[in-house]
């Protein structure tokens, strides 16, 4: 008898509209291979919910909080649910900014872009370096990021971030070609470069059709496709990843890609960056949807 699959999309994140799609494009990829797929909306009722579709294996497709860090896989392990993706404790990890910059600093193929943790009750350091971009550490979709000019625009932003947690990250900004690299089960795919039409990259850029260009291969240089692709593998493995995870590079004028972020659950439409770059090395999105369901399993095994 076939499992049967519970597709976690929605969710209670700033996200949710996102994941949504998501969790639809990967439902109906699964049944179209022939799965038995329950889709269920992710809520405080969710372990009612998988217990009344009788779900076997959850094939997890939130994006942001209670769904990308953590905290949705380690309510699966003590329901012994495999699931999809990285296990509780790396999902939480990446899922932090500051905390990923910290792990991955001693990780000789990385650069970094430098930074500074500001928190709530600190003042504006005079040292700044100007434009600094401001982020809030949990946050994804560039959902809480912005690029500030001057000590002004940095305390508007500021108060912004902090409606999200009392740690700001403060980071040199990188000019250049921004690009992102999936790692799928620790093998790199095709590097993709993205343009967006008024320079940067934030969430209506990423959710409107028509406002950015996508460009699979990235025109970027041999040397720059292998530096990003082992930085984005030495992450993964660092960080202890699982399934697909896509790290982002902003490309300087010297050739050098410096690593931003990586994200454990990458948007998962026909359309989205991660399929884009396996479908350039021959994997279909519904092989790809597939291959991670049959790579859910659980992290953790009871120690009684």
Same mark, same amino acid.
């Given at each position: 008898?076939?499992?049967?699959?519970?597709?976690?999309?929605?969710?209670?994140?700033?996200?949710?509209?996102?994941?949504?799609?998501?969790?639809?494009?990967?439902?109906?990829?699964?049944?179209? =291979?022939?799965?038995?797929?329950?889709?269920?909306?992710?809520?405080?009722?969710?372990?009612?919910?998988?217990?009344?579709?009788?779900?076997?294996?959850?094939?997890?497709?939130?994006?942001?909080?209670?769904?990308?860090?953590?905290?949705?896989?380690?309510?699966?392990?003590?329901? =012994?649910?495999?699931?999809?993706?990285?296990?509780?404790?790396?999902?939480?990890?990446?899922?932090?900014?500051?905390?990923?910059?910290?792990?991955?600093?001693?990780?000789?193929?990385?650069?970094?872009?430098?930074?500074?943790?500001?928190?709530? #009750?600190?003042?504006?350091?005079?040292?700044?370096?100007?434009?600094?971009?401001?982020?809030?550490?949990? #946050?994804?979709?560039?959902?809480?990021?912005?690029?500030?000019?001057?000590?002004?625009?940095?305390?508007?932003?500021?108060?912004?971030?902090?409606?999200?947690?009392?740690?700001?990250?403060?980071?040199?900004?990188?000019? #250049?070609?921004?690009?992102?690299?999936?790692?799928?089960?620790?093998?790199?795919?095709?590097?993709?470069?993205? =343009?967006?039409?008024?320079?940067?990259?934030?969430?209506?850029?990423?959710?409107?059709?028509?406002?950015?260009?996508?460009?699979?291969?990235?025109?970027?240089?041999?040397?720059?496709?292998?530096?990003?692709?082992?930085?984005?593998?030495?992450?993964? =493995?660092?960080?202890?990843?699982?399934?697909?995870?896509?790290?982002?590079?902003?490309?300087?004028?010297?050739?050098?890609?410096?690593?931003?972020?990586?994200?454990?659950?990458?948007?998962m439409t026909a359309t989205s960056l991660s399929p884009m770059a396996a #479908?350039?090395?021959?994997?279909?999105?519904?092989?790809?949807?597939?291959?991670?369901?049959?790579?859910?399993?659980?992290?953790?095994?009871?120690s009684v």
């Amino acid at each position: 008898m076939s499992p049967i699959i519970g597709v976690l999309k929605g969710g209670m994140s700033s996200e949710r509209a996102v994941s949504l799609k998501s969790g639809e494009a990967v439902a109906a990829a699964l049944r179209s =291979r022939g799965h038995t797929v329950v889709e269920i909306d992710v809520g405080p009722d969710l372990p009612q919910q998988l217990i009344a579709g009788g779900i076997d294996v959850a094939w997890i497709a939130l994006h942001g909080a209670f769904g990308e860090d953590g905290c949705v896989q380690g309510l699966l392990e003590i329901m =012994r649910i495999p699931y999809t993706g990285s296990s509780m404790a790396a999902s939480a990890v990446a899922m932090d900014k500051i905390r990923t910059k910290r792990m991955l600093q001693d990780v000789a193929v990385m650069h970094l872009p430098g930074d500074r943790v500001w928190r709530t #009750g600190d003042g504006i350091d005079d040292d700044l370096t100007w434009p600094v971009v401001a982020k809030t550490p949990n #946050g994804g979709s560039t959902i809480g990021v912005y690029i500030c000019k001057d000590a002004g625009e940095l305390e508007r932003a500021l108060v912004k971030c902090t409606e999200w947690g009392e740690e700001v990250l403060l980071e040199d900004r990188i000019v #250049g070609e921004e690009i992102t690299v999936a790692v799928l089960d620790g093998t790199p795919l095709t590097p993709v470069a993205i =343009r967006p039409a008024d320079g940067f990259f934030d969430f209506e850029a990423k959710y409107t059709k028509g406002q950015t260009e996508y460009i699979v291969p990235a025109p970027i240089a041999d040397a720059v496709t292998t530096s990003a692709s082992a930085q984005a593998v030495a992450a993964y =493995r660092t960080l202890a990843l699982s399934g697909i995870a896509r790290a982002d590079f902003i490309v300087d004028a010297d050739g050098i890609p410096w690593f931003l972020e990586i994200n454990t659950i990458p948007g998962m439409t026909a359309t989205s960056l991660s399929p884009m770059a396996a #479908g350039a090395t021959g994997i279909s999105f519904e092989e790809l949807v597939e291959r991670l369901m049959k790579s859910a399993r659980l992290h953790l095994q009871p120690s009684v």
